[in-house]
């Protein structure tokens, strides 16, 4: 598909006022997305597990004008309070849309959002957030289109994510998500991400990832600064076939079950994305001194209990620490005896694999 594909023809059907909500889950990359081109774009293609209690929950109320807006007209409440601060981002979101979604200025929209998780966590909200949003949208859309199948509107509800925020399209379905072209599945697009098509073991059906919270101050540098730096990067060639390859070697090992390959992959492309930052120029560190205390704490826990847990990072500090199903209770009892100490205030958050957004309401 291209991006034509998803003007929509003039709408068959009007909507005078309506409702919905959608809860959207957060993201965990296995290989990173660092790096994009004009439009959201990803420069090389990654994976996630899809989590389940990270999530933003989005209800959007729409109300039609009597004629156009000549700018987007919304109100905007974060968990019950009118938020100006989230506005620039919705209007960015809104204009780099409107193309795709010919009806936003024909509408008064409410948008009421709420995270399960604290917003001052240093977990970035962006990926529940933009798809919860898309999602909603798109459910209005459906409405004017009636006939749209369901296909198109997972694609385009990734597509219209993805706009918003790049790993945002990755969050839409479960428990495997891939986005951006890769030789070995040629359902993969640069424009929405895609569930992943391969054989998956069942030990990688149920995973732990149990974020630790070691600064959840604003990040020095924005994902957005930290994408831009990648070109003319003197390493971004060689990452960007990198990650074409752990793609590829992954395939096997999700079909094998293979752990020990699973976290020389997933640990490299944390610290690889990691040293992207601190190599380009200017060059960056977003790691505080507890995020390696607890990488060393897991390396040494790790070859003592001969368990296989492992963790990965994102654009932060904080330690998002994977272990399957089987050996979780050996894992957590490490986990809260030694490394919750090197979290901001011993914070935590439990999560695991999930499946997905889920619609709450449509009328
Ligand atoms: O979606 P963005 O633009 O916030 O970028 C996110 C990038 C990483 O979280 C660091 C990696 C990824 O693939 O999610």
């Known amino acids: 598909m291209t991006e034509k594909d998803f003007i929509p023809s003039p709408y068959s059907r009007v909507k005078s006022e309506g409702k919905v909500g959608y809860k959207s889950p957060s993201n965990i990359a296995l290989v990173k ?121 997972s694609k385009k509800a990734s597509f219209l994510a993805r706009l918003g925020s790049g790993s945002a399209c990755r969050s839409l379905e479960g428990d495997l998500v891939q986005w951006g072209i890769h030789k070995d599945n040629l359902e993969s697009s640069n424009l929405y991400g895609v569930k992943y098509p391969h054989e998956v073991h069942s030990i ?15 990040k020095q540098v924005s994902s957005t600064v930290g994408h831009e730096l990648m070109h003319g990067h003197p390493f971004a060639e060689q990452r960007f076939k990198q990650a074409h390859e752990n793609l590829s070697r992954l395939k096997l090992i999700f079909k094998e079950g293979n752990l020990d390959n699973f976290i020389e992959i997933v640990e490299s492309e944390a610290l690889t994305l990691h040293a992207m930052m601190m190599t380009s120029h200017p060059y960056f560190i977003l790691m505080k001194p507890n995020t390696l205390e607890i990488i060393n704490r897991i390396w040494a826990f790790r070859k003592r209990s001969k368990t296989h847990v492992c963790f990965t990072l994102d654009a932060g500090a904080n330690v998002h620490v994977l272990y399957p199903e089987n050996e979780k209770d050996e894992v957590f009892q490490f986990i809260t005896d030694e490394l919750i100490a090197f979290c901001q205030n011993q914070q935590y958050l439990c999560d695991k694999i999930g499946f997905g957004a889920r619609l709450l309401m449509s009328n």
């Open 33 to 153: 997305y660092w790096g994009k081109k004009e439009n959201q774009i990803p420069a090389n293609p990654s994976i996630s597990f899809t989590l389940d209690a990270c999530a933003t929950t989005t209800y959007v109320s729409f109300e039609k004008l009597l004629k156009p807006a000549s700018s987007f007209s919304f109100d905007l409440f974060f968990e019950g309070e009118a938020k100006p601060d989230f506005r620039p981002k919705i209007e960015t979101f809104f204009k780099r849309v409107e193309l795709y979604l010919p009806f936003l200025r024909n509408y008064h929209f409410k948008i009421e959002t709420s995270n399960s998780f604290p917003h001052s966590s240093g977990i970035a909200s962006s990926a529940s957030g933009m798809s919860a949003l898309a999602l909603c949208l798109m459910a209005l859309e459906r409405e004017l289109s009636p006939g749209m199948s369901t296909e198109f509107f």
């Open 204 to 218: 990688f059906k149920k995973f732990h990832d149990t974020i630790l919270l070691v600064d959840k101050g604003e």
